[in-house]
């Protein structure tokens, strides 16, 4: 009796120890097609949102989440990386770098989610336009700092034609030189201290018919990229060097962080069957569960297999739109092989007013962090797509929207009538195999995708 007290209260300390860190972060994942990061909590989360300057980045924190490991992800382009850890045992971090030079619009980044999943889709990231700081006293007032590095300012018509960049083989000096253009002649031949950014002077020089300008560095200074860019020249810190700030000079009147608002969580919640629409009418509608019999399908994580996934969706789908008085006629309703032929041919008998096939997906190697659902079609289902897709990202909560696609499948090409082929999650992928082998997620699912039909039904009679 003692023990058993006291396993208890041992318990009881681990449990009211843990409470801060109620949810666990479970998946995130940055789109880099989209610019969009999603990521998914085993239990609900609040996320909040800021935008801080120097570098540029986007730092989302997850009160009272914890991860099990940090990661990073480089990007390229524009968004340098995309970073994920703990700053503290009650928090968890992710943070959206912009690569040097680059701005982000705060009032266009959107932020939608449920509870425990969430997007925040950025808008592109745009070039800065170089912020001036008060000038260097002495240094000609065309050679400006900027927070990202420094700026040479020119009027178009004195744009070089060509832009040499001659790095010294100690590496402590750089000279650009710019053919065609002129230094003032006040300015040619002198030495100005810079003392920024680990540059500690720069010198003009006119060679002939070229500029030159000559940057001595310490050797703390970053490797630096110069590039013609819109009213002049821009040298910053090449892609993946740190830019070295001295704190104290650094201008403190801007905002340096801004504040982005979350919207409140949206419930996904299960359709009202009684609510979904009543075509008029008696359409026919081909139900294609992928694969079946000697063919099982992709499998999955825990031998989950997309044969056993689409099956019960489809039959529920069935049943759904039967109520309403649609005629279905279903490839298969058991476990059977019919190949792609017989599958096109039955929907093109039939003179189907449509045709739905549903799959699961899969990737080669072991990668459980690929989830989502995608919608495909070819030619004459996009109508349909989007409305069946658009049902779904209403009413389920997937771990990701890959979007409608326009793919050469078989069953699409070789039907004669709005087609489309849903695929509704990865067995392979660690959420969606979770979601896809729980029979509430799959009859979501199949409600979620009736909705859809329903509503195409009820628009394009
Ligand atoms: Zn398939």
Redesign the pocket.
Known sequence: MKLRWYILSVLAAIFFALPAEAARLLFWDFDRDRNSLSFTTDSSVRPTVRLIANPTRLVIDLPGTGISRSASQRVGGAIASVRVGQPDNRTTRLVVELAPGYFLDPQQVKIAGTPSQWTIQLPSPQRSRPTFEPLLRGVPEWFQITKNGFFIRLRDRDRPEEIKVDRSDNGRQINIELKGARVRSEDSSKTFTVDRYGVEEVRFNQLGNNARITLTLDRNSPRWEVSDSRGGISIVPEQGSEILRDPPSEPSSQASEIVIPVPLPTQPTVPDRTNFPQPNGRALVVLDP??GGKDP??IGIGGLR?TDV?LPISLEIAQILRDRGINVVMTRSDDRFISLQERAYMANRTRADIFTSI????VGGYRPEVNGMETYYYSRGYRLAQIVHQAILETVPIARNRGIKQARFYVLRNTSMPSILV?VGFVTGQIDSRNLANPAYRSQMAQAIALGILRYLQQYP
């Open positions: 992928g694969h399908g992709a997309e689409v799959h699961a997906n899969a695929e």
